[in-house]
């Protein structure tokens, strides 16, 4: 889980071309333009999550609780006509478990119904819905009932995949079974550690989620080490994309990987060893997938002793943070060469309060795509992260990844210049540079 309390922080704590058979796009390039989002992260009121939760408990590791979050619940009409206002021809979002099965077995019609006619809108409005089965949150019932390490938990996850596919395989352009499940795995090659308070409120926040749950266990795939959990991540991938292709064959089907640029500055067992950990295990669970969908937002430089600093010679924001916006570039590179197949770029972005430094970001880290597409890389598209500002996981609302700002009070939504800088290079269908 990741994003939570900032990206850096998360990480921390964790010590084809392929065709779209489905989508009736028309005349327009197959090379999709998007933006993303995150059911918990917009929809609001997600209260049979297990981060609903966690937000909850005290203490939590929370800056505040995710409350009515967008309110895309309501309002994702308006969020798919900005998404095709602009001129983009593909949405990324995902749907919840929680919604869908809200209690063990107890499946929701009217939830399925509900995802079911955002893809069918997308489609209608010659959008390629690109979606995510699990974006980080699971429902609260199978993380009192120990989660992802549950021996159940893999076949649990993947009857969900076959009601959501039947209900709706139809119409989506391409299936990501995971978000980032390598997320945490990352932890010990990041720059940011915990500290040793935020481990311990980690911990406490999770026991309180246990006893609220009448349950001895609580899991969270985000809150620590990973280890124990991955093997069932593992499994729930193979079993869910299979669930999904008994619905429908030539549905490209991947998951979503945390893939920074890793940049090797001190021999390369460092980087080796990260690439052994952090990814190889998922591109061997993903051996069978149709693509694999790449999400960058740094460059990690490993020395020989460890993670280290940007170079000196590294652009920097006006806060100080480095401005590496060709580090999809990179990642995305990797991931073809080590696993041969077409990468979906499924997030990039940056967190910018000031909006200009996202419409400068936006046009650099598209051309580093295109570089890579110019050298061979089949990349089918570039998603941008995120639609819209909003719940950032641990670090709450202050972030902003968006390309649309909300109002917190209002909803209102206020397109912002970068949206348009965006807009202008899908309908171009490029940078041109
Ligand atoms: O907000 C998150 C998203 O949920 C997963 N990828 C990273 C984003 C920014 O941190």
Same mark, same amino acid.
Request: overall charge neutral; hydrophobic content about 40%.
């Given at each position: 889980?990741?994003?939570?309390?900032?990206?850096?922080?998360?990480?921390?704590?964790?010590?084809?071309? =392929?065709?779209?058979?489905?989508?009736?796009?028309?005349?327009?390039?197959?090379?999709?333009?998007?933006?993303?989002?995150?059911? $918990?992260?917009?929809?609001?009121?997600?209260?049979?999550?297990?981060?609903?939760?966690?937000?909850?408990?005290?203490?939590?590791?929370?800056?505040?609780?995710? #409350?009515?979050?967008?309110?895309?619940?309501?309002?994702?009409?308006?969020?798919?006509?900005?998404?095709?206002?602009?001129?983009?021809?593909?949405?990324?979002?995902?749907?919840?478990?929680?919604?869908?099965?809200? +209690?063990?077995?107890?499946?929701?019609?009217?939830?399925?119904?509900?995802?079911?006619?955002?893809?069918?809108?997308?489609?209608?409005?010659?959008?390629?819905?690109?979606?995510?089965?699990?974006?980080?949150?699971?429902?609260?019932?199978?993380?009192?009932?120990?989660? /992802?390490?549950?021996?159940?938990?893999?076949?649990? @996850?993947?009857?969900?995949?076959?009601?959501?596919?039947?209900?709706?395989? $139809?119409?989506? !352009? $391409?299936?990501?079974?995971?978000?980032?499940?390598?997320?945490? =795995? #990352?932890?010990?090659?990041?720059?940011?550690?915990?500290?040793?308070?935020?481990?311990?409120?980690?911990?406490?926040? =999770?026991?309180?989620?246990?006893?609220?749950?009448?349950?001895?266990?609580?899991?969270?795939?985000?809150?620590?080490?990973?280890?124990?959990?991955?093997?069932?991540?593992?499994?729930?991938?193979?079993?869910?994309?299979?669930?999904?292709?008994?619905?429908?064959?030539?549905?490209?089907?991947?998951?979503?990987?945390?893939?920074?640029?890793?940049? !090797?500055?001190?021999?390369?067992?460092?980087?080796? +060893?990260?690439?052994?950990?952090?990814?190889?295990? @998922?591109?061997?669970?993903?051996?069978?997938?149709?693509?694999?969908?790449?999400?960058?937002?740094?460059?990690?430089?490993?020395?020989?002793?460890?993670?280290?600093?940007?170079?000196?010679?590294?652009?920097?924001?006006?806060?100080?943070?480095?401005?590496?916006?060709? +580090?999809?570039?990179? !990642?995305?590179?990797?991931?073809?060469?080590?696993?041969?197949?077409?990468?979906?770029?499924?997030?990039?972005?940056?967190? +910018?309060?000031?909006?200009?430094?996202?419409?400068?970001?936006?046009?650099?880290?598209?051309?580093?795509?295109?570089?890579?597409?110019?050298? #061979?890389?089949?990349?089918?598209?570039?998603?941008? /992260? !995120?639609?819209?500002?909003?719940?950032?996981?641990?670090?709450?609302?202050?972030?902003?990844?968006?390309?649309?700002?909300?109002?917190?009070?209002?909803?209102?939504?206020?397109?912002?210049?970068?949206?348009?800088?965006?807009?202008?290079?899908?309908?171009?269908?490029?940078?041109?540079?």
């Amino acid at each position: 889980m990741a994003g939570m309390i900032d990206r850096r922080q998360a990480l921390a704590l964790g010590a084809a071309a =392929i065709a779209t058979p489905a989508v009736a796009r028309g005349p327009r390039d197959p090379f999709l333009w998007g933006a993303a989002t995150a059911g $918990h992260q917009v929809e609001g009121n997600n209260i049979n999550a297990d981060i609903w939760l966690l937000e909850q408990m005290k203490p939590t590791l929370f800056a505040e609780p995710s #409350g009515d979050a967008c309110d895309s619940l309501h309002r994702w009409d308006e969020d798919v006509a900005i998404v095709e206002a602009l001129g983009l021809t593909a949405y990324r979002f995902s749907v919840e478990w929680a919604r869908i099965e809200p +209690a063990e077995g107890q499946f929701s019609q009217a939830f399925l119904d509900h995802y079911a006619r955002i893809v069918d809108r997308c489609r209608a409005s010659g959008l390629a819905p690109v979606v995510t089965f699990n974006h980080f949150t699971t429902p609260r019932w199978f993380a009192a009932r120990g989660g /992802w390490e549950a021996p159940d938990a893999p076949m649990l @996850f993947a009857r969900y995949c076959d009601r959501v596919a039947r209900a709706m395989a $139809h119409g989506i !352009s $391409h299936a990501l079974t995971f978000n980032e499940p390598n997320l945490s =795995i #990352g932890g010990p090659w990041s720059r940011f550690q915990p500290s040793a308070k935020m481990r311990a409120t980690t911990q406490a926040m =999770i026991a309180a989620a246990a006893k609220a749950s009448g349950s001895d266990r609580f899991s969270l795939l985000n809150g620590g080490d990973p280890t124990p959990m991955i093997p069932g991540v593992l499994r729930a991938h193979r079993l869910g994309r299979a669930a999904i292709k008994a619905v429908r064959g030539d549905l490209p089907v991947g998951l979503s990987l945390a893939i920074s640029d890793d940049v !090797s500055i001190g021999g390369d067992t460092l980087l080796a +060893a990260k690439r052994r950990a952090s990814y190889e295990p @998922f591109f061997e669970a993903g051996r069978d997938d149709d693509f694999v969908g790449v999400q960058t937002y740094e460059r990690t430089y490993l020395g020989a002793d460890g993670p280290a600093d940007a170079p000196k010679s590294t652009e920097r924001r006006a806060d100080g943070k480095p401005y590496e916006p060709g +580090a999809i570039g990179g !990642s995305v590179r990797y991931a073809h060469k080590a696993t041969g197949k077409p990468i979906l770029v499924t997030e990039n972005g940056i967190d +910018a309060s000031d909006d200009r430094d996202r419409a400068r970001f936006i046009p650099d880290a598209v051309a580093a795509v295109e570089a890579a597409r110019r050298d #061979g890389v089949p990349v089918l598209g570039y998603i941008h /992260w !995120s639609l819209l500002d909003n719940f950032e996981w641990f670090s709450g609302y202050k972030p902003r990844y968006g390309l649309v700002a909300v109002d917190r009070a209002t909803f209102k939504r206020t397109v912002k210049p970068s949206a348009h800088v965006f807009g202008a290079i899908a309908r171009a269908g490029g940078t041109k540079r």
